[in-house]
């Protein structure tokens, strides 16, 4: 069989070729299937493009920015393989990936998606996908005006991320991250291509909707991982906060309705103002989690509201504070805030706090 990888690709060259070079590694483990490496390049300068040639894999240049729906779709359209893998260029497998999720899509799945950390250790999870749906489009609201609105709302998305993070073998779920899909072709003819209307954000999410209401199999792979360094080509991009709310816009309008997205629009126009919450800072030195009950989750969000967060689960105490891993830290812009939450192994709070990234 005939394996396609599609990287859509947005001036990292040098994150590139660490993908393919990793995935290289994991595809020559797997017999009696050939593999075939498309890179769309949404945007590089001279230099970027030389670099991109150096590397085994066929360019393709659609001559503008078609946004990353618009990426996949052209990769799509330039390949006839039965398995596809579309994926951002900041995602590094780790060996056994790329085999375990295409085991998956021969028994059976559709789409399979991996699990994803933050960091090389594998210590910080990160989230699931959020559900969507009317309800939680509410709670998500109402979760930023008040801290017991925000606590109901971080224990139902708590509940959602756990099932996952917990899962020891294949769960049936469509809460994947477009960042790395494998897909079969079948599964895209049935559902069609993304939507290119998303510049960027929600495209993954609204196509995995279209593949539930088909009954299209999806499911989340918990022995398949990888890292995702996350937010590399939109943090180049200073149209992307944008390109964001554009795209929950449209997302809403098209699987809500219309006066239900404006209802929404004007009940947060309505509301009081956003609160940001009052929460103790974390020291420099770290958190200190002696006299807590373990274990323990840590989870950690660039949200003042707490959620969706990464998170690392600790059966026992650590041997001095607990801090981010060191390549996190050093990844952040200066000046972010995060939130970090210890939780309990029933989900209860033991502790919210502020942690300001100073470098």
Not at 42 to 71: C, H, K, M, Q, T
Not at 112 to 136: I, Y
Not at 200 to 213: P, S
Not at 223 to 229: I, Q
Request: proline letters at 9%.
């Amino acid at each position: 069989m005939l394996l396609s990888v599609i990287l859509v690709h947005y001036h990292t060259p040098d994150l590139a070729a660490l993908a393919l070079a990793a995935l290289r590694a994991d595809v020559a483990e797997m017999a009696g299937l050939a593999a075939e490496w498309l890179l769309v390049d949404n945007g590089s300068d001279e230099d970027e493009r030389a670099r991109l040639a150096a590397l085994p894999v066929r360019r393709i240049d659609p001559g503008e920015n078609l946004g990353y729906a618009g990426g996949v779709n052209r990769g799509i359209a330039a390949t006839g393989a039965e398995l596809l893998v579309v994926m951002n260029p900041d995602v590094i497998v780790f060996p056994g990936c790329l085999p375990a999720l295409i085991d998956r899509l021969q028994s059976g799945a559709a789409v399979a998606g991996p699990a994803f950390f933050w960091d090389d250790g594998r210590r910080l999870l990160l989230p699931p996908a959020e559900r969507r749906g009317r309800r939680e489009e509410v709670a998500a609201l109402l979760a930023r005006r008040g801290e017991a609105r925000g606590t109901r709302a971080r224990r139902r998305w708590r509940r959602h991320a756990r099932r996952h993070w917990e899962a020891r073998s294949p769960l049936p779920s469509y809460s994947l991250s477009g960042s790395l899909l494998a897909l079969t072709r079948q599964a895209w003819e049935e559902v069609g291509p993304f939507d290119a209307g998303y510049r960027l954000f929600f495209e993954e999410t609204d196509w995995l909707l279209r593949a539930e209401r088909r009954g299209v199999p999806s499911w989340y792979v918990p022995h398949a991982e990888a890292v995702h360094l996350y937010n590399q080509s939109a943090g180049r991009e200073p149209r992307a906060q944008g390109w964001f709310e554009e795209s929950a816009r449209r997302f809403r309008r098209l699987h809500y309705g219309a006066p239900f997205a404006e209802a929404l629009e004007s009940l947060d126009g309505r509301l009081p103002p956003v609160q940001t919450p009052s929460l103790p800072s974390v020291p420099g030195a770290g958190l200190d989690l002696s006299g807590l009950p373990f274990p323990l989750w840590v989870e950690v969000s660039p949200n003042p509201e707490g959620f969706p967060a990464a998170a690392e689960f600790l059966r026992e105490p650590p041997s001095g504070p607990w801090r981010l891993p060191q390549e996190v830290e050093e990844r952040l812009p200066a000046g972010t805030t995060l939130t970090v939450q210890v939780t309990d192994a029933a989900g209860r709070e033991l502790f919210r706090g502020r942690l300001e990234e100073e470098r």
